[in-house]
Every structure is written in structure tokens, then in C-alpha cells.
């Protein structure tokens, strides 16, 4: 350990260069065709078996 010198915070932020990542369109479509798909089985599938689930429960 004795090559890491006793720096300053100022010294050590000059090296540190942090971006984002953009998120590729693709991917974006992705999650709004998995976001649609969701509502279409909330609607058509989940919300007619709870009505019929809590009228008359097994």
C-alpha cells in the first residue's frame, strides 16, 4: 500500500467523470408494449374473475 498517496477530496474528484446511460428507444417500446399488455389482462382476464371470485368464492 505504499504507492496510494494521502489525497485531497478535491484532487481525487478531477478523475472521477460519472455519465448516464441513455436508454435505447427499442427498449422504451419494450416497456410500453409490456405496460399495455398488463392492462389488457387486468381488464379482460383479472377484473371479470374477481367479480365472479367475490360473489361466489370457492
Same mark, same amino acid.
Given at each position: *500500500?505504499? &504507492?496510494?498517496?494521502?489525497?485531497? +477530496? %478535491? %484532487?481525487? &474528484?478531477?478523475? &472521477? &467523470?460519472?455519465?448516464?446511460? +441513455?436508454?435505447?428507444?427499442?427498449?422504451?417500446?419494450?416497456?410500453?408494449?409490456?405496460? =399495455?399488455? #398488463?392492462?389488457?389482462? =387486468?381488464? #379482460?382476464?383479472?377484473? @371479470?374473475? *374477481?367479480?365472479v %371470485?367475490?360473489?361466489? @368464492? @370457492?
Amino acid at each position: *500500500m505504499d &504507492h496510494l498517496k494521502n489525497t485531497s +477530496a %478535491e %484532487e481525487d &474528484h478531477r478523475y &472521477h &467523470h460519472y455519465t448516464s446511460n +441513455a436508454i435505447p428507444w427499442y427498449v422504451r417500446l419494450i416497456w410500453l408494449g409490456f405496460w =399495455v399488455l #398488463v392492462i389488457y389482462y =387486468v381488464v #379482460v382476464w383479472l377484473l @371479470p374473475a *374477481m367479480q365472479v %371470485e367475490l360473489v361466489s @368464492p @370457492p
